[in-house]
């Protein structure tokens, strides 16, 4: 109907199209291109109005006399007066459905000489004379379309008769729609519908328990009979009742529970050379009924021409032997939905359906079918359903078959290494809702396959030569299974995906997916769609920068907190690169709205590759608390803003008194080991310049070396000196033996390292001078290293120990010290033996 109203609106010289493009005219079909005006309650544009659903109870009189199309279904209307459409002469389609009409006048549809299309389903036109008088379609002499069904209620209409001396005048009519009489004929009257090609008796009305040899004697020219979802009952169905419909094409039997195979044969053998193209008998055997198996006997009494068959729900459980063969060969579709097919030598034959172009096979139960099927080959033993095995199996399908639909079969195998002739066509496979928890292959032979259906299979494993034969493949899907453990425990090596090198789409959701590797999708060059929308995925860190095609990443329903930057990243580079748009499906993540993943938000604010409503999206707060966002996350990004600006602030404080902090520590150690530090660093550079090896190893050269302050100079050449030489002490002094053009401190070191004893000289000049200090501590930290007793100390002034530095003091307590005589004490005996105990503790 769209087509024919849409031709109407763009074109004044459309020219009608085959009877199957008939359908009633519908009002959602509309397309108001148009400037819309408004009549009263009434839609309109200039050729067009759409009054339904507006409470009328009669038809407006204000609508303009130009429009063609006049939609008045689902109001009150309930009498059609003479020339109520006087004005609409121009009418084409009228839609009267769904009101309240009980009975039509000669008048109803005076000057609709026009008219092609006339709706009067679901009203309360009891089929009788009164309620159609004779002529009262007597201008409707263009009329192509007549709906009357859902009319003739059983409950309601008494004595029904087919008001056939009413259609007397519909010389071009096509279509009719009629609710199906019980124990009537179609009379003499629809002799006159010379042009009718489709008759539909279908509808919740229908009463037709039976059929009669007359019963369609006076429609022999229609092509379509659909009688389906009547009571039709095969025991009261005459033999011969549609040998009158000698050019039928189309028929439909179906739904109706209590037909039985049986009457069904007889009925149809009669017509088997009739040049019916499709037939449909589904359901034409209650549910309870016995299991019936196809034998010859049935295929044989089907018309040689048919092109489609359906027979879904007939409770079938086999095939006879050398029966499938033997349907018409132009057969080109054939479903046998919902029965309870098991295996048998018939799977065989299918290869000799030279024309056979989809098989469905939904439903029904497949429980008995062989593991072994799929590396063996099966014969025919005594038992028909008996399978035994040769090797070297190949499975033939029908050369043209395009399409298969084995889902929600029972079928529970390890799909193991299957070869297919690869002499077929086939393109699209469906074998969901079965058990096939391992996929490990190879299967060969299916080249030409562009869609592959495994979801609901409870798939948990998948080998990686499972789909290298599957080079042709456009579409993937492995929804609602068991993959999540498989593709957290495999190795990081497995890429099952890797030769499906055309795939455009792939289905993972509803898997149980918490974490997957980033290879996973390697392979993948071609991908347009990636569905992985409901699982529990706490992060999508997968590499999927060689998909320059993708469109969609639908990752709805999962727990991922933000997306890394290398995914953020090529959804850039796309979504410039590219003039097509591209979609990412984030809604119902636990977003978190904190400072830290602040540039998630922002950049799937900024980035077109999202909806700019938001639409579902949610707001996960630092308290736990969540919340969808309404407003395009705009209210967050304000409160983030404020709020993460001032923590990078406090941010900056922290970071710089840490730092601070950090430094000072480090310098305090430094300090404290600054002594430590220097001795090694000059012991080091020792080693390297002079290459000198263990000190343990080695004579000293000097017995002691002198460390005073330069003023007490004097005292050390003339006193101490000559004392300590007198007495056998090879002294150092550095005002002597210094070597001339080396650093200071090398010197003092090496002064400390070759004499045995450090003699520190202690006096108030020594406490101030800072070389005297460092000398004092290079030959503490010789003591610490060496391990031996290198300091001496010599307390030659008075000293008031609040003079003393702390380290000082340490020194002084923790090593040898020996104190000058002063006053009479420095002559005579007691001087001497000053001299004599200080040079035997150097020498020790």
Known sequence: MLLHFLCIVLSSNCIMGEVNSFSYYNADNIVWSRQILFKGQCQCTYIACNCSGQGLSTVPKNLSASIRVLDLSNNLISNLSDGCFYRYTELQYLNLSSNNIAKLQVGSFASLNKLLELNLRENKLCYNNLTFPKGVFGDLTSLLLLKLDENSDPSTCENSNYPDNSFTNFAHLKVLHLDGLNNQTLGPGFRALVSLENLTLSSNFCNLTSLYNDTFLNVGRIKLLDISHCKLVGSAMENGSLVPLKNLTVLDLSYNFLIEMYAFSYVIREIRNYKLEILKVNFIRPGYATPFTIGRTLIDCLPRSLTH????????????????????????????????????????????????????????????????????????????????????????????????????????????????????????????????????????????????????????????????????????????????????????????????????????????????????????????????????????????????????????????????????????????????????????????????????????????????????????????????????????????????????????????????????????????????????????YLKVKDGHGNQETRSYVYDVFVSYAHQDETFIVQRLMPELSNRGLNVFVHGRDFVVGHYIASNILTAIRESRKTLVVLTKNLINSTWCNYELQMANMESVHTGRQVLVFLIKDSLDITDLKTDLLYHIKNNTYIDYPHGPREIGLALNLFWDKLSLDLKN
Request: charged letters at 20%.
């Open 309 to 684: 068959l359906e027979a879904d729900g007939c409770n079938f459980v086999s095939v006879a032997t050398k029966s499938l063969s033997h349907l018409p060969s132009n057969i080109r579709y054939l479903s046998l939905k919902n029965n309870r097919l098991s295996h048998g030598y018939y799977i065989k034959e299918l290869n000799n359906l030279a024309h056979l172009e989809e098989i469905d096979l939904r439903g029904g139960n497949l429980n008995d079918f062989p593991d072994t099927l799929f590396n063996g080959e099966f014969q025919c033993s005594q038992s028909e359903n008996s399978i035994s095995l040769q090797k070297d199996f190949i499975f033939k399908l029908p050369p043209k078959v395009t399409r298969i639909n084995l889902s929600i079969n029972g079928l529970s195998y390890i799909l193991k290494s299957l070869k297919v002739d690869p002499n077929n066509s086939l393109e699209v496979l469906s074998i969901n809702n079965n058990y096939f928890p391992f996929l490990i292959g190879p299967i060969v032979g299916l080249n030409q396959l562009k869609s592959l259906n495994l979801s609901h299979c409870s798939v948990r494993n998948i080998s990686d030569k499972f789909f290298m034969n599957f080079s042709s493949l456009d579409q993937l899907f492995l929804g609602h299974n068991t993959l999540g453990d498989f593709l957290i425990n495999s190795h990081y090596s497995i890429t099952p995906f890797i030769y499906l090198k055309q795939l455009t789409r792939l289905d993972l959701s509803y898997n149980g997916l918490t974490k997957v590797y980033r290879n996973l999708l390697s392979g993948l060059n071609a991908l347009q769609e990636l569905h992985m929308e409901d699982n529990i995925m706490w992060d999508f860190n997968i590499t999927i920068d060689h998909m320059s095609n993708l469109r969609l990443i639908n990752l709805s329903h999962n727990q991922i907190k933000e997306l890394p930057l290398h995914v953020r990243e090529h959804i850039d580079n796309l979504t410039k690169n590219t003039k097509k748009e591209i979609l990412i499906d984030f809604s119902f993540n636990p977003i978190r709205c904190e400072c830290q993943y602040l540039d998630m938000i922002l950049w799937m604010v900024s980035s077109r590759a999202f909806n700019p409503a938001f639409e579902n999206y949610m707001c996960v707060y630092p308290d736990g608390s969540y919340k969808i966002i309404e407003d395009a996350y705009e209210e967050t990004l304000q409160y983030l803003n404020h709020a993460c600006a001032d923590n990078y602030s406090v941010l900056l404080v922290v970071i710089f008194s840490t730092l601070t902090m950090i430094i000072l520590v480090i310098a305090g150690i430094l300090y404290r080991f600054r002594w430590h530090l220097r001795y090694l660093y000059y012991a080091a």
